[in-house]
C-alpha cells in the first residue's frame, strides 16, 4: 500500500514538472520586504524570473525596495505596486500589459518594453544620463 501511495506521489509530481516544463506562463511574487532581485531566496517561485527553456514569468512586486544588480533579466510583465521602488540595472518587457504604481530607477542601461507588451505608468520612471527606456 505505501509503495503505491510513493508511486501516484511521483507520477503527480513528475506530472506538474512536464506541465511547467512545456512552456507554461509562471507568476513569480516578491517575498522578501527588500533586497536584489538575483536571489532566488526572495521569489515565491524559489527561481529568479528570466523567461527561457519554455518557461515564461508574470512578476509581481508589493514590497518596497527591490535592486536588479548587473545585467538581468527578461519577463513577460511586471506589476509594481504603490510604495515599492525598483531599482533597475536593466530589464526587458516582452509580452502583456504591465504596470507601475511605483518607482522604478534606471542606472546604468534600462528598461526596454518590447512590441508586444504595455506599460501602465502611474508612478514615477526616473533614467539617469546612461540609463533609457526602449520603447520598441
Do not use: E, H
Not at 528598461?111 to 546612461?130: D, R, T, V, W, Y
Amino acid at each position: 500500500m505505501r509503495f503505491s501511495r510513493a508511486v501516484t506521489i511521483l507520477v503527480v509530481f513528475l506530472g506538474f514538472q512536464c506541465v511547467r516544463a512545456s512552456g507554461q506562463q509562471v507568476v513569480a511574487t516578491w517575498t522578501d520586504t527588500n533586497g536584489d532581485w538575483s536571489n532566488p531566496a526572495n521569489w515565491s517561485t524559489l527561481t529568479v524570473p528570466n523567461n527561457g527553456g519554455g518557461t515564461t514569468y508574470s512578476v509581481i512586486i508589493d514590497t518596497p525596495n527591490v535592486s536588479v544588480s548587473g545585467a538581468c533579466c527578461t519577463i513577460d510583465n511586471l506589476t509594481l505596486g504603490t510604495t515599492d521602488t525598483l531599482a533597475l540595472n536593466s530589464l526587458s518587457l516582452v509580452s502583456g500589459g504591465s504596470s507601475n504604481s511605483g518607482s522604478i530607477f534606471g542606472t546604468q542601461a534600462g528598461l526596454n518594453i518590447g512590441s508586444n507588451a504595455s506599460l501602465i505608468n502611474n508612478g514615477k520612471i526616473k533614467m539617469s544620463f546612461s540609463g533609457y527606456l526602449a520603447v520598441n
